[in-house]
């Protein structure tokens, strides 16, 4: 068996070191390996999300991953932010697979929000882009939200905009992204919405 301490406040599991370093290739490097971990059997995590690493656990250990654990979060910005370190987390660790999962089950997420709630978290969209390069299937689906969430607005009112924006200035990058992506599609269909008629006056 070995320890996987997560998080700052160091939260423990104990788990099976064949199960763990059969599955994942980060796992076998770290305790078989000749390092340190694999002598002492033991691995801090100390920047990641214990909520995060316990659904990269189950879709690790059982080939699937239930999202409620972490939806039911309730909090959005605190659920954004969950979902954002589990991307990140299963990326760090070697999962494509269940990069995959996270991401299909991030955007069922923001698909049954509403067009306010849909906005990314300023804190969650930069944490995602400090913490990943391109390629980044996640990446590519938050600008991708972004941008349909902008143009699905009715009206260029003053805070839903003022919130958009905060969002999408949290990193130069994701900015820049977005805009690409929204002067793609209205090059491609000019009749396409990008700024509110009615505000432009």
């Known amino acids: 068996m070995v320890r996987i301490y997560v998080g700052s406040q160091r939260r423990l599991w104990v788990l099976p070191e064949e199960a763990l370093c059969d599955r994942v290739q980060f796992f076998k490097s770290t305790f078989q390996g000749g390092f340190r ?101 996640l990446r590519e689906t938050l600008v991708r939200v972004a941008a349909t969430t902008y143009q699905a607005f009715d009206c260029c009112c003053e805070d839903r905009m003022r919130r958009w924006s905060e969002s999408a200035a949290s990193h130069p990058k994701y900015l820049s992204d977005i805009m690409a992506l929204l002067k793609s599609r209205l090059l491609k269909n000019p009749s396409t919405k990008v700024v509110c008629e009615k505000h432009r006056k």
Request: glycine share 6%; hydrophobic share 40%; proline share 6%.
């Open 37 to 137: 971990e694999g002598d002492e059997k033991v691995l801090e995590l100390p920047e990641d999300d214990p909520i995060a690493f316990g659904f990269i656990l189950d879709g690790i250990l059982q080939g699937w991953a239930t999202a409620d654990d972490i939806n039911k979060l309730g909090d959005s910005e605190v659920v954004n932010m969950a979902w954002c370190r589990a991307w990140v987390l299963a990326d760090k660790l070697g999962c494509p697979k269940i990069s995959m999962h996270v991401t299909t089950a991030y955007l069922m997420y923001l698909s049954n929000l509403s067009l306010d709630e849909r906005m990314i978290p300023p804190a969650a969209a930069k944490y995602l882009y400090e913490n990943t390069s391109e390629p980044c299937e």
